[in-house]
């Protein structure tokens, strides 16, 4: 069985500073892909980054990026020069060998002005 | 391209009626997913589609049932409804297991 936790229920961070949101999972698989999604309160889900397993190369979109650490099988994601617009619900999902995305039970951005 | 919809966007329903949440995706994609969303929760999978035709259990499929006739189309059924089915339901599509799932707008189902 797949597990994603993420240990933080609810951040804040100030308009145009870093924050940075937690993940870790578990999966007895090699191969493997690790997504954070997006919910503003419209509801929709939006897909924010993704990561493949096999590279060691972080995965980075304009001011979002993921720093990657398989051995210690942690997911994090960073949000520079944060907006407004940023402030939504994330989760971390992973996708294994099998057809289901697990997903974490998110975390609660807040973006102060 | 409209992606991935769901109709109703809302439904009330009483205990022990029946309903039939409908997706459709015009991606061409070959997988589709139905998930549950509860209250400050992530979303859980009842059930997925890898194809026409071809559709398995996900981690929560009690309840449910669905079907895969075409590509485009993946409806979920409620048979029964019970309480501990109000949530938020999202279907989802991907061309393969490991590309990005795009996601309808969901269906906020509440049974009372």
């Known amino acids: 069985a797949q597990t994603v936790t993420q240990s933080q229920p609810e951040m804040s961070v100030q308009e145009a500073e870093t924050v940075t949101l937690s993940c870790t999972y578990d999966?007895?698989?090699?191969?493997?892909?690790l997504f954070w999604y997006k919910q503003p309160p419209s509801r929709q889900m939006i897909l924010v980054i993704r990561q493949e397993a096999y590279k060691q190369q972080n995965a980075t979109e304009n001011r979002f990026s993921v720093n990657f650490q398989k051995a210690a099988k942690s997911f994090s994601l960073k949000i520079s020069d944060s907006q407004l617009g940023d402030a939504a619900m994330y989760f971390c999902?992973?996708?294994?060998?099998?057809?289901?995305?697990?997903f974490g039970g998110g975390t609660r951005l807040m973006v102060k002005p | 391209n409209a992606g991935v919809t769901q109709t109703p966007k809302f439904r009330i329903l009483k205990i022990g009626q029946s309903m039939t949440l409908q997706c459709a995706q015009d991606?061409?994609?070959?997988?589709m997913y139905w998930y549950r969303q509860d209250p400050g929760m992530g979303l859980k999978l009842i059930y997925y589609s890898v194809g026409a035709g071809i559709t398995d259990k996900g981690e929560v499929p009690n309840g449910y049932n669905v079907s895969r006739s075409t590509t485009e189309d993946f409806p979920l059924r409620l048979e029964l409804a019970a309480p501990s089915q109000t949530s938020v339901y999202f279907c989802a599509s991907s061309y393969n297991r490991n590309n990005e799932q795009f996601f309808g707008p969901g269906t906020r189902l509440t049974v009372l």
């Open positions: 999966t007895s698989e090699s191969d493997y892909y």
């Open positions: 999902a992973l996708n294994n060998a099998g057809n289901m995305l697990t």
């Open positions: 991606m061409n994609h070959n997988y």
